[in-house]
């Protein structure tokens, strides 16, 4: 499979999945207490939900400019920004519907064949810290685009079930439900 119809449509419902778990979030914990959800880690040397929120909005928008080898544009910088500092300013909860918002706009832009020229093409990763890899677009996708994405993305699910939000496998895939066998829902 090529990266686009790989990569924008899993991020796309990945994305509509997170945004459903904030709102049960919020249905769920009344006002302030639905707000402090951001700042909510799992581990103390884990970033919070906030963070994780803005990384997995980042990261379904940096593949596309790395696969067209294109440099990351000064939007994607600052929302890289903001996520490191979601520990300070966590942001509201309408800011993280607002940023997913913004990635599902911009993926909706993404052309059908838009990526998928990267993906035989040699692609460098350099990290901070001075961690360098150099794979192909189609390793890239495979081996760090999609793994980081997830990451984030069950991070932010598991610090919300740790903190009670009642949420479960179908709210994790709710996109499978378009799949589902006529007379198979199991009843009661």
């Known amino acids: 499979m090529t990266p686009t119809p790989l990569l924008v449509p899993t991020y796309a419902q990945m994305l509509r999945a997170l945004s459903g778990w904030l709102e049960k979030a919020q249905a769920q914990v009344s ?6 959800l951001l700042s909510e880690r799992l581990a ?4 919070p939900l906030a963070t994780q929120i803005r990384f997995v909005c980042l990261q379904a928008q940096e593949a ?3 696969l067209r080898g294109e440099a990351l544009p000064e939007t994607l910088g600052r929302l890289a920004e903001e996520g490191r500092n979601a520990g300070e300013q966590p942001g509201t909860l309408a800011d993280a519907q607002a940023r997913i918002a913004e990635a599902l706009a911009w993926l909706e832009g993404v052309e059908p064949d838009g990526l998928d020229a990267g993906a035989s093409a040699p692609l460098a990763l350099e990290l901070p810290g001075g961690l360098a890899f150099d794979m192909t677009g189609k390793e890239y996708v495979r081996d760090w685009a999609l793994p980081q994405f997830y990451f984030h993305l069950i991070t ?6 740790s903190r009670n939000i009642e949420l479960g496998k179908a709210d994790y895939v709710p996109h499978m439900f378009a799949y589902l066998r006529p007379g198979s829902m199991p009843q009661g």
Not at 156 to 161: F, T, V
């Open 31 to 36: 006002g302030a207490q639905a707000e402090a």
């Open 44 to 47: 103390p040397d884990m970033y």
């Open 64 to 66: 596309a400019f790395r």
């Open 156 to 161: 932010a699910y598991a610090i919300l079930r």
